[in-house]
């Protein structure tokens, strides 16, 4: 257990991933990142990857495709990897909200005869939106699950909103601000049970810790590759089918990149049995390029231990934060029971706003503000150190107290 400054730089020279680090782009003068849950770091060999990419293009035209036209199925099986999938069953392309929607309605058109929606009133706005607009157009009743903002859904209390009237439960796998986890093997059974399928926004946890989609009986997932994956901003999105469904679900989009012998160009729509059916158009190969090295450090480091130094991380940042912020008017707005917490760990502060805008300014962190009050931390597991989040409590520490929370304990740490 580190329980000084020293101790996290023991555990930092004692760290199996450490060596990870140098995978990203990382100004050693520069704040501390703790914002990689909104957008993850550059990784260093993605500039000269995506002008591999740009100098195929100069210089072999179209024929360069040949190249490139795999890569939602290349990507995506990588992906696979670090979510528990078997190859086949992700695939790259669009955005996440994009295929949110293309996966809600083939789940709904699957499942004609019922009339509700599961979802969770404290989702992510997007997951709440799309589930809103389809619930609008195809008079649909929303159910909404009891559900924590802090702790998340507890699987006990979905039991009370699962009838075998429900079609879709659609919920995130990770919290986007306390960072609460599902039980994605419950909540998988439960649906199950009445017959309802699942979809899952994992956006907030592909990358972070395993989700082990097939072993959990997962029908749907989708997620983003911005955060955790470092795909780069307005990277192309994955989505999972899980293998059985690929055949007999429809999406809504009948685009020709899903079409069986795309290149003869057939009279009518005839999508080929395999994941590749829910692709829409010609996918954003620049974007997928930078998807693919992202990949490489997580898929070299493996997702079993990435979610333990993530595990740690948040471990370490939640006991500073109850040592060092709580005295000065903090709260730990994450789930209290580790195994429960995600990759980031969310604080609540009357003066949240003020310390992450100060710490900016300073040059000291990048953490996150989310209205009304919540600070979030991410655990990067590849590219955070442990005196990084010994350091971050520290700055968070002294801002709070000059911003004029109770003056701070006086600490024998030193903060850099
Ligand atoms: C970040 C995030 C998204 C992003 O959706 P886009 O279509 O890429 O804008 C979606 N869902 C969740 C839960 C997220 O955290």
């Known amino acids: 257990m580190i329980t000084d400054r020293a101790g996290a730089l023991a555990a930092d020279s004692a760290d199996p991933l450490a060596g990870f680090r140098d995978h990203y782009a990382i100004d050693p003068a520069g704040p501390l990142y703790f914002d990689g849950n909104s957008l993850g770091r550059l990784p260093a060999a993605t500039p000269a990857r995506v002008a591999e990419v740009l100098a195929e293009w100069g210089s072999m035209l179209v024929g360069a495709w040949d190249r490139w036209i795999d890569m939602p199925e290349r990507v995506g099986d990588r992906i696979g990897t670090l979510v528990g999938a078997s190859p086949g069953e992700v695939r790259v392309g669009d955005s996440t909200t994009v295929n949110l929607y293309k996966l809600a309605v083939a789940a709904l058109d699957a499942r004609a005869d019922r009339r509700v929606v ?66 994605l093997p419950a909540v998988s059974a439960l649906a199950r049970d009445v017959g309802a399928m699942t979809l899952f926004d994992l956006s907030h946890a592909a990358g972070a810790f395993p989700v082990g989609l097939d072993a959990a009986g997962v029908d749907l997932a989708v997620g983003c590759c911005y955060k955790y994956l470092c795909g780069g901003p307005g990277a192309p999105a994955w989505q999972y089918v899980r293998a059985g469904l690929h ?17 003869s160009m057939g009279p009518s729509y005839d999508p080929v049995p395999s994941a590749t059916r829910f692709l829409a158009g010609t996918p954003a190969v620049l974007g997928m390029v930078a998807v693919d090295s992202g990949l490489d450090a997580l898929c070299g480091a493996g997702i079993e231990a990435v979610g333990e130094k993530t595990a740690a991380l948040v471990g370490l940042l939640a006991r500073r934060a109850a040592e060092r912020l709580v005295p000065l008017g903090a709260r730990v707005a994450s789930p209290t029971d580790p195994p429960r917490r995600g990759g980031h760990l969310a604080l609540s502060h009357p003066l949240a706003r003020e310390a992450v805008a100060a710490l900016a300014e300073r040059g000291l962190l990048i953490a996150d503000f989310r209205p009304p009050d919540v600070l979030r931390l991410s655990a990067v597991a590849l590219s955070t150190r442990y005196v990084d989040a010994w350091d971050a409590l520290e700055h968070i520490a002294g801002v709070l107290g000059e911003l004029g929370a109770p003056a701070p304990a006086p600490s024998d740490a030193t903060s850099s």
């Open 118 to 183: 599961v979802t969770d009133a404290h989702d992510f706005p997007t997951v709440r939106y799309v589930i809103e607009g389809l619930a609008d157009a195809r008079r649909l009743e929303v159910r909404h699950v009891a559900s924590d903002p802090v702790e998340g859904i507890d699987p006990d209390a979905l039991g009370d909103a699962l009838a075998p009237d429900v079609a879709l439960v659609c919920l995130s796998g990770a919290n986007y601000r306390s960072g609460a986890r599902l039980d």
């Open 247 to 263: 055949a007999s679900l429809r999406q809504p989009i009948w685009g020709w990149w899903g079409q069986a012998e795309q290149f």
